[in-house]
């Protein structure tokens, strides 16, 4: 599989995932189908991204507290946050162990694999084992094993254009993600900047760019 296409996913957090629907919908004209809740304590609204107007496993997962619990997650450092931003992004490699033990001989520690769950608001059940590490700057990875991923599903769409990772130390960034089997620029390119971000840029229906 190409790099591109190892993309997964795109997250947007926001304080009251509410708002971040909104904002979306609001930059876009396409408000997230309702996805569910986490043990975390988060929970999550889901648009699928199409590549040259095709679906493909690729989708963007807008994401804040839980509305039906007290207590604010730390999930993407959500606890932090005061508006909706793009965060981090998962890949989907072959392995996700192996690619873990990959980056940790090469000196990146991409966190432990872990099984992990939730119930869409129709009751079916998703599974898939994650590894994330306190890192936002280089992807998570994913592997959703006999689960439908989420972007093949019923979703709204929106057209992928690119996703950029913007550092103030690029170099930093660039050998993690080579550290995870990605080389500079083959998924989202590491551009220099002030601030650290991640850009975002879709297309909309009527053919507007917007870059989030």
């Given amino acids: 599989m190409s790099a591109a296409g190892l993309l997964d996913h795109v997250v947007i957090a926001g304080p009251v995932l509410a708002d971040v629907v909104a904002w979306f919908a609001d930059r876009t004209g396409v408000t997230a189908a309702p996805g569910g809740v986490h043990p975390t304590g988060t929970a999550n609204a889901l648009v699928a991204l199409t590549v040259d107007g095709q679906r493909a496993p690729h989708y963007v997962e807008l994401i804040g507290p839980d509305p039906s619990r007290d207590v604010v997650p730390t999930t993407f450092g959500i606890d932090g946050l005061?508006?909706?931003?793009?965060?981090?992004?998962?890949?989907?490699?072959?392995?996700?162990?192996?690619?873990?033990?990959?980056?940790?001989?090469?000196g990146h520690d991409a966190g432990e694999v872990a099984d992990l769950s939730r119930r869409t608001?129709?009751?079916?059940?998703?599974?898939?084992?994650?590894?994330?590490?306190?890192?936002?700057?280089?992807?998570?990875?994913?592997?959703?094993?006999?689960?439908?991923?989420?972007?093949?599903?019923?979703?709204?769409?929106?057209?992928f254009?690119?996703?950029?990772?913007?550092?103030?130390?690029?170099?930093?960034?660039?050998?993690?993600?080579?550290?995870?089997?990605?080389?500079?620029?083959?998924?989202?390119?590491?551009?220099?900047?002030?601030?650290d971000a991640l850009r975002l840029t879709v297309r909309t229906e009527d053919g507007t760019l917007v870059t989030l």
């Fill in 82 to 106: 005061t508006e909706p931003t793009v965060v981090t992004y998962a890949v989907h490699p072959d392995d996700v162990a192996a690619t873990v033990a990959a980056a940790h001989a090469a």
């Fill in 121 to 159: 608001p129709d009751g079916t059940l998703l599974e898939w084992r994650l590894a994330r590490s306190d890192r936002f700057d280089v992807p998570f990875l994913i592997d959703w094993g006999s689960t439908q991923q989420p972007g093949l599903g019923e979703l709204p769409t929106v057209e």
């Fill in 161 to 195: 254009v690119a996703l950029d990772v913007v550092r103030a130390d690029p170099a930093a960034t660039a050998a993690a993600t080579a550290a995870l089997g990605l080389p500079e620029g083959s998924l989202a390119p590491i551009v220099a900047g002030e601030s």
